[in-house]
Structure formats: structure tokens, C-alpha cells
């Protein structure tokens, strides 16, 4: 795997299969989910909770899935039925190279330059997972106190991590791919927020940057050359909540990513979150003081 990623290392454009509508004027928030074309039940939740997109709090969010190619899933080629749910929503963006761990950098690059070509108009952009619960409401409120033309870029932020040097790990990374001791700061990838400049002067440096098979990694690297310092936030929780917390909505109203959901999960959250019946003045403060007890 790690051959066959430095031998096409230098392959760096893909053509693309699928490409949604280019953005509009106006369009405040695109929501951008790395996905895969066997993960519709995923796609099929966050069309219908917390990516529905449309005019949020008095303003435009959009939705956008990024795919590569499955061959086949449970024996069938997916073309079909990608090119049958594209019609239907629209919001696929697909390109032809393998949807692999390994490809996940290559994704990132195409992304950069579509939204450099097609959807420069959008201010914000949220970049994650198809397993997350997104509080979207809680993005727009934060990001209005930003302007989408100066940088932006926070998340769950992660310092000084150390390449996994071990072989049998999922991270392994061997020293002719990155021979310095430690990571560039770099978000958690199961999702963080950028302004509109960011993402423009992301896709700049990218160029003159070796691609990088960790793709989260690798964007800490671009962050690095570009001098833009991530900005750590307490409610990307892109390692997930503890169990005892998970159903705990109260919860939810002051976070803005939970990484590790599944499609039952992530429903159940978005009824108690749009519950404008519910109240949790009191107990608010309490999970999330728990909550830091737990993990901070
Ligand atoms: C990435 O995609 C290309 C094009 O489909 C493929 O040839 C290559 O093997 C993939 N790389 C990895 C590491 O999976």
C-alpha cells in the first residue's frame, strides 16, 4: 500500500464523474462530507437531520458529498445507483480515482479545487465525515462574528502528535515519508470549520506540498507553510462523547461536532436538538461541566 502510494504520489488530477450545481451567489455555509458510495443509509440521515441545507436562521447552507470509486459493494457495481441518487439530490461530487484510506489526500486536493472553481461564493465551509452529528445552527452562530475573507480555521486541534512508527497500526507512517519527530498542529477530521480565504489559500499551497496519505495531516501541513494557526474549540468533538452522555440533548445544544454516530444515533439526536419544546437551562451546565470532568 505504502509503495503503490509513493509510486503515484505524482498523480494529482482526477477527472471529475458527478459534479453538483456550482454554487449561487449569497450561499453562506457549504457542508462538505467525505463519503463513500457504499455509505447511502449515512448520506440517506444527513439529507434529512442536521445537512438539510436551504435557508438556515436567515441564511444559505449547502450540501455536498465527496466520493471516489467503489468497484463493487454486496457484488453490484454502483454506478447505477449513484447516478440514480445524484439525479434525485444532486449533491455528489465524485471523481474518478479508488476510494481508499491511502486516497483520502487526493480527495482533499480535488475538493480544494472545485471549490476554487465552483464554489468560491460560499463564505464558510464545514468539512467532515458522514458519521458525524453536525450542529449546524451552532456553526452559523459562531462564524457570524468572523469575516469569511480573513483566515479561519478551527476545530478540535491536536499538538505535537508523533507518527505512528509502529507497523501494525492503522497510522503507520515510516520514516521516508515523514522523517520529522512530530506532526504540524492539525484538526481532527472528523470535522472542522473554514473561512472562504482558507480554503482559497489551502488550495494555493497544496500544490507545492508532497501529498501526504493521512489527509488530516496533511491539511496541518499546508496550515503550517500558509502560517494560518488553527484555532482549537471545545465543541468539535471529533474522538466522541462517553456513552453515558450520548442521548444527553443538553449536551448537544453547546457542541458543534460528535464524531462516531451512527445513522439511529444521529436521528434520535437531531429530534432532541430541533425539540423547541425542550428546555435544559439547568442541566446544560451540568453535562457539560461532566462532560469536562470526562474528557478534558
Ligand atoms: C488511488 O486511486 C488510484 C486511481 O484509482 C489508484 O490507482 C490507486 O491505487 C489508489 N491508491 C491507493 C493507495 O489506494
Redesign the pocket.
Known sequence: ?YQ??LA?KH?RT?QALLKPKECTAGLFLLLVIKSTAPNIDRRVTIRNTWGKGGVINGVKVKLVFLL??TERFLGQPLYQSLATEYRQYGDILQW???D?F??LT?KEIHFLRWFATDCSSAKYVFKGDDDVFVNVFNIIEYVKYFNPDRDLFVGHILYNAIPKRNKKLKYFIPDIMYKNKAYPPYAGGGGYVMSRRTVLQLHQVAADVDLFPIDDVFVGMCLFRLKITPVPHNGFRTLGVPDAFMFDPCLYKDLIVVHRLNPAQIWIMWSLVTDTNFRCAKDEKDSARKLNVNLI
Open positions: 500500500m503503490k502510494f503515484y498523480c482526477f471516489g470509486i474518478d480515482f479508488q481508499s491511502f486516497n487526493l
